[in-house]
């Protein structure tokens, strides 16, 4: 199968105050198309900032980061954000949804930004399949923590991505509703045969991917390969 | 990589689809917009209104737009002149010849005024009965000034003769437009009709005659533009042009001043409008930028993003800028109603186009000036703020924001321009506001800064929590502080600017302001006059003695030498003017010391310092530190220039060109001059009757008529100076409500977390109430100290006035605004108070 991401020697230093702090140091590793991924590790191992940086949210300061056969280094912001809209989707712990705009126009933004005409009949279409199509115009605070989750569920999947992020996508919500969100995400995704990569801290959630990256004080200590029962 | 799909229909669907969710906070920041556009469109109309109406008491005071005047009939040329201007609407022969009063064998000198055609233009004839002044045309009979009717004891009916011929007096002159020689009007007036001139038989060759005509023209025509060019044409026919725009300025400092003053509140005006524009725009768009790392993290370029929320601000600013255009509009035309009763004249309101095309065009253009600072940090904004990561603080776009700010005073500068026609006016004002903008700014961080180094962690709970309110994330001190500190600078400028020309107009209408002046009273003579006047209720509030002199060497240049050299250019007729000096050890209201020191009193060592106006300084090219010596009858005295004064020779008081100090002059030979303050025309005729029977030396001039006319518009000045104030004020303060009120959704996460756990409602109170006690008492206290300063300085370099400060903005600007700002902070977190927390969230968190 072909790599849809290439991950190579990355590292990154935030400054903190008056001292730099290496977030994330020699990094490499590789996902095939259509894997399910997990990056677990305890608070401050830099999982969320490898997320960022193997969506294109960021830059290294070396290494190189390939996504969908682009070198994201190689970028400019604005290239970035097409390559973003093209080909990922996320679905973040505190849902993200625009505040301003309905559940049925969030989903429908990245389909909007990609020029779709048909961007509401999908929109639509996929708040079905999450069980929101009596919530096409409420508002992100008319809607419970769940319903949220769901919305930005939808807008994940809206534009086919290739490749989707998922940062602890449950850690917002209760068990139950959260159980209900990640069923659904690994439905959707098998339907659409979309590589999934979830940050996690949750070790249950982290043993239904096919694979586990795990990191400790930014570098990785374990790149396992799940067996699926 | 291809380029973005989504088009302009979709930003526009965008930047709709987000403001319309936003309804509530929308309409909160647009309030802000539409309070200062509001303020700004009704400001300026309303004081163009009273512009127009002061410009038309000074056409009332001449009686027409401008007049021309000849001291003989006018030749072609000139008659050609005057056809090209549309002709004369009226004509006066002026000419001063003794009338006397058949009824008791009396006689005076009089001042004839013969008059054809509408006179006057502009004003009005005031006579007793009022009929008078219509019928003694037809009737050929003649209006008597009031004082000489009192002083001979005529009544209407009774007659004037005049040369050859006798009038039928008519009416009782109370006041007429035209008067313009306030000066020189030694002898009452006496009008009748041009047409029975001739039959007086007093115009012979020789005789000393003045030729007024009256012109009406279109308001669009540029007076002063005409008077220069139609004058120096006029000049070498003999004949002179004389605009009502001079005849204001003759009115004084106080008259000249209201102008300024308006144009100060118009700019005023403007400031306000951008506080209430760029603080609501500042928070709005900082509010944004979440929603923006959100759709950057979807796939939306920089551009993309810039654009949606810069069509928002645009909508904004139009619809802002609409309302409140419309708003100020409805405000000014419903002045004349509101202020019913307490407006001292007739207001003619009328809509001003430049007010209305300002308000709408600076609805948008500063709402995108203003809200590109914010709108750069949109530029910046990371995606990866989506995922709790803060990237460093490291400041981008710092060329940027040096190219905005620039463009921000740049912006401001122009505009000022357009409404000021100033540049010196225009680069001042605004450099003013730039140092105070800096001062707060400044102030702001250092607060931040002190707090945080000293920070007290012994305090209370909520007592510290309001403190790290100041410098925490998402404080608002800088913003505040700057938007209530540059509001309380304008509004207390304003108070004190007020005040300083309030002082000004009392100084010159003042019951204690001579109108009545006695000249050439002898030493002798000085005791009986005063024991004359005071017996009468009246006082003598001027004795001010005359020295006469010439001058016998200039710069150590004898004046026999100066009149033969070709060379110089200085103004001659100083060397032959026989100066008539006064010595006193104080400047008085009408003098401003504009170079060197002056000297109350001469110590006997070295020449005599002496203090010369500057527009003889001018003429006789003196420096401060010159040698002059004068010719004082006989005696020759060296005296040295010590300073230069500015003389308001308007002022209806002797005035002198050159003033000794005491211990000097006082042995030399010497008149005096009295000045009283006749109440009404009967005590006026009074003191005449008495005087002149008892003193044929000495001359009285009534200048009551004068007067009285400059008093009235003295009194509309007042009036005018002192409702713009007040009106500006208000709508300063309503502006500054607007800006602090945009920032009710600062605080009100935290006050619910806070809410959440188990923080009471007191506990809130107090943080909030703290919080904002501080950035009102601070803003406030730094905005009116900073005025201080700059009314210092419009004191000398524009109203040119002693400036006393007053208590009153320290006693109750300050304390109000902090009030203000305290209330508002209160009802800002009132939902938070009432309502469950979870419930308050949802509603109006994002």
Redesign the interface.
Known sequence: MPKILNVDELAKT??SGSKKLKVLDGISFAIEAGDTFSIVGPSGSGK??L??LCAG??TADTGKVELCGSDIGN?N???R??????E?G?I???F???????AL?NVS??L?????ASAKERSIGLLKKVGLEERLDH?P??LSGGEQQRVALA?AFS?KPSILFA?EPTGNLDEETGEKVIKLLFELNKEAGTTLVIVTHDLELAQRTQHILRLKGGKIIANEKVILT | MNKEKAGIKWLFKMAWRDGRASGGRLILFMASIILGIAALVSIQSFSDNLTDNIGIQSKALMGADFIIDTKQLPNERVKEIMDSLGGFKAKELNFASMASFPKNGNTKLVRIRGIEGDFPLYGTLETEPSEAANEYLQEKGALVDATVMLQFELQVGDQIKIGDKLFPIMGTLVSAPGNSAFASSVAPPVIIPYSSVEETGLIQIGSRLDYNYYFKISDTTDLDVLDKTIDPILDNEKADMDTHLSGSRRMGRSYANVGKFLNLVAFIALLLGCVGIASSIQIYIREKLKAIAVLKCLGASRKQTFSIFLIQIVGMGFLGGLAGTLAGVLLQLSFPTVLKGFLPFEIEVSLAVQPIVMGLLLGIFMSVLFALLPLLNTWYVSPLQVLRIDESKKRKGYKERIVVLTLIVLSVFLFSLWLLDNTKFALGFVLGVAITFAILVGIASLLMHLIRKYFPKKWSFTSRQSLLNLFRPNNQTVILLVAIGVGAFLISNLYFTKDMLLAMTQLESSSDSPNIILLDIQSEQKEEVRNNITPQGLSVIDDIPIVTMRIQTLKGRAVNELRNDTVTTMNKWVLNHEFRVTYRDSLISSEVLTEGDWVGNYDNVGPIPISVADNIARDAQLKVGDTIVFNVQGVLMETQVSSFREVDWARMQPNFSIVFPTAVLEKAPQFHVMTTNAPDVSASASLQKSLVQKFPNISVLDLRQIVSLIEEVLTKISWVINFMAFFSILTGIIVLIGAVRTSKYQRIKESVLLRTLGAKGNQILQITALEYFYLGALGSGIGILLSLISSQMLANFIFKTPFVPSWIPFAVLMPGITLIVLLIGLSNSRSVLLSPPLEVLRKEGD
């Open positions: 935030y400054q969320t900032t997320l960022g949210l960021d970028l912001e604005d290239e954000a097409l390559l973003r809209n093209r990922v996320f973040f712990q505190d993200q949804l625009l505040p301003t705009l309905t126009e933004v990245p909007e930004l990609q020029g779709d508002y605070s008319q807008r534009n940062d």
